[in-house]
């Protein structure tokens, strides 16, 4: 999946990270093919329909039940966001709208505390009390006064494959030590708070219940010389001691005032809003009575504004007067780290921009600038700090990785076979290295599964046995997710680069009878008819002659994009189920047939149905399934990159795009479009339009929805809706916000994606006029400068250069209104030069037992020259998988989707007290996708080409039934492909 356009919230348009499309020939030729992905654009269509669709009127509310939704919410939390004074005990729960696995939640949450040396909170996360909900409960307690930030990120998935499009964040804090006063910025305590000259900043106080009464708020000024002191911290966080305020000097409290329910006080109490107004500088503000500090907290006000982007290598720094708006100011810069006392590390000058060297590990903790007389402090890396902090590596020296295991499946005391591919990233410019040290593990254990070592050619293989504990007490089959990353790695932190791969940790399977379902084709368009057939036989190969077999239908959502983007299809699994264990007649000769049409229309959204059958129980069960497309017309409209958080007010702008199936662009098709309000009672979901209208696209298939939106703050989904030919209706949805975490800057591309030599025109529209920092942005900083934009529309032209594939985010950044802001837009690139054209062809039509297949091996580049390139090859028995319609991960993906972006963010108007980075890990599931156990036929791990691009894999036949191949080629410049194709043994 795109992660870029994972975070702007839109679910059709998706890149998968895993997988291939193959073509199997009638001569048995398996070749790997990019889905729709590169061909010259077609010329757009136009359509003629009788009835476009309606826009539904303003008002109109519908009732359904959750599981029909099409993207991914979070309903309700507990404790809520914003929630004070919460035991110290507490859990927490996440309900979301749709059903999921609580190990997979897992893998996408982070809980951070402060007051903990920790960067992430240990625990298990359990099933709720319904399948929607799912509860993390710490493995201790957490400490008195602590914020607790809890982030679930974008991109977890649903059981049936709806995505949540951002990450979903709240924070809560425990009650406050006895005999302490926490001030709370937001909703979370506060240790600095930063804040743009002339602008009050208000605090809210939450009281320990020991606190002596008769304390009093004292206000000092202090330099940045005190402040850094004062943050001094230790490998178990931050002291809390006492500040010695001897070298302060004590200022009139007029400029702090107290307020409790809207009226001034002088009681320090929970709830009180402490609001401090004063001239630039920075201050401490103390509860305090004549013998003790009971808590405190830094501010610091100033007319200037600092930006700060980091990577591995580098700080990049931009400085502005907020009050004239010039970049010109000069200021002076040091940066310090604060371990165990002040070390300054890094100083200089500039004005504008400039960057200065920060090779990893930097230990940047705050940067102080000086200019006009004024001291601006920025955090960094500091703990509990607000900035993002990403950057978790040298990327130099860290591997990006593709894994993959010799068969789908393992029963108990089973060997896993495993293999690899290895570049170093340096943010995915790639090199070939070997010696590298890898790990593999799983979250099963603190233990490594295995080590491996790199190869020359930058391959890696070796062994495991399946762990005993992946396998489930109560006989069912499971899901094992086998990471890999670098040896020296911390496997929590979600920022390094790591990969996985799943297999199915087997229960014992001993069926006495064989079971077929077949489809009749891989892909079907909403209205046309469905019907499984199903064959049965007994253990003599007799017909299952008046069997009744279980018959279950599973969904998926299938994700597809548009044809200039790169395509990586993958393989899925079952997903949720449609339908369970209905009961199907088999007749005199064992068979039966089953529409499948009524079952498969709950969601407006391409999907993946797999139908699978069952007869017989426990060991003796037999399965069989198959999966085919179910598109929801022959047309598809694709919601492209924008922003997704507004202001009250704003009007909402969506661009979009309208392709056949083929890709050809749909012209002056006219579309309906709705903001729709989902309120969640229950098992209830009640959805409510809020706006509504219809609008068409141009001759190049391409439109844009504009649409104000007056209500309240809400969670909204934006849905464009059109009908093809026949008079299928097709859509494309994407989440927005309204009201809070507000974006002010709509851009739009002149291309959907770009290739590496073209010129990017950018159209960014502002509300007003402000300078911003543009930066170009991946694992590292790539370009950066600051424009001046003016209200209205302000065109940005750049250069695609090689290091900006395979895709880049741009990074827009600013103060505005006494606030920063940092606003993403996602930029495909392609990368077509980089696929590998793979073609596998068996010497004969089908085999038979005890035969050898020579299977001859041709690659080539996107130029049809040959390419030389290092083989894996991989074959197994087919009924392992052969309900899916792709088996084998994508190669190409694991290298050419644009890693997430990897650098820091700050800014002088962040503070410290609540955290802005992000870390989790996952477990095992139950696996719903029965599959059986088999063998491995072949094992090919680092085979080389010719000059020519040949290469031969024999691959001995000991025994009856399909055996599935998987080839994967990689050349020593990053190039990729790879082949599936079935032998034919009867």
Sequence with gaps: MNRAFRALGRRNVLIAVLGVVVIGAGSGVGI????RAHHSLPQSATRNLNAAPTAVPVGVTTVAEPKQAVTLTVVSTKPGNGSAAIPLESGITLAFNLAVNPATVKSFLSIQATNSPAPTVAGAVAQGKAPTEVVFKPSAKFDFGTSVNVTVRGGLTSLDGAGLSNDYSFTFTTIADPRSVLFMAGYGEARLVNGQSGRPLTL?????????????????QASAKDLLAGLVYSTNGYANNPIDTSSMRLVDNGGTSLTASGARTTTIANGVSVTVSQPDGIYLVVAADASSQYGAVWLDFSRYALLLRQDDQRVVVAGEDLNSGATTPSFKITFYNLLNGVHAKVSGSFSGTAEFPALFPSGFDFAVATSGGQEIV???????????????????????IFLTTDRPAYQKGEVVKFAGVVRMSNDQAYALKGGAKLALWTQLTDSNLALATVAADGTFTGTFTIPAAAFTTDGSDAWLTIYAGAATNDRFNPNQLTTSTQIVALAAHAPTSTLTVALDKPSYIAGEPVVASITGLNATGQPLAGATVGLSIYSTQHTVQPVQMDSFPGRTTWGDPVVENIKVLLDAAGHATY????????????????????????????????????????????LLPARTSYAQGDVVVAPFVVEGRSGARVANLAMAYELDRTDYEGDTAITTVVSSGTVSTNGDGMGTIRTPYTGSSASLTLRIKGKDTSGNVFEDAKDITVGWLINLLDVASDKIAYKVGDSAHLTVTSPAAFNVLLSLERGRVHQYKWLSLVKGANAVTMDITPDLAPG???VLSYVREGSYTSELFPVSVNNSARLLKLTVTPDQPSYTKGQTAHLAIAVADSADAPAQATLFADGYDARMSAYRLVDQASLAAAFLTPNPLGTNASSSLLGIGTFGGACGGGGNQQAADATYAGHTTVWVTSLATDQTGHATISVPITQSGAIQVVVLAGTATSAWGQAEMGLNVP
């Design 32 to 35: 790997y093919l990019q889905s």
């Design 204 to 220: 809210t106080i939450q009281k320990g219940d020991a606190v002596p009464p008769g304390i009093a708020i004292k206000t000092y």
């Design 378 to 400: 920025v955090p960094v890396s500091a703990p509990e700090t607000n900035a993002v902090i990403r950057v978790a590596a040298n990327l130099s020296q860290q591997p990006q």
């Design 595 to 638: 529409p499948v049409t009524a079952k498969v229309g709950l969601k407006a959204a391409d999907r993946e149905i797999t139908v699978m059958v069952s007869y017989g129980t426990g060991k003796a069960k037999a399965v069989a399934a198959r999966t085919a497309i179910f598109y929801q017309a022959a047309d598809e409209v694709f």
């Design 808 to 810: 880049f985010t741009m």
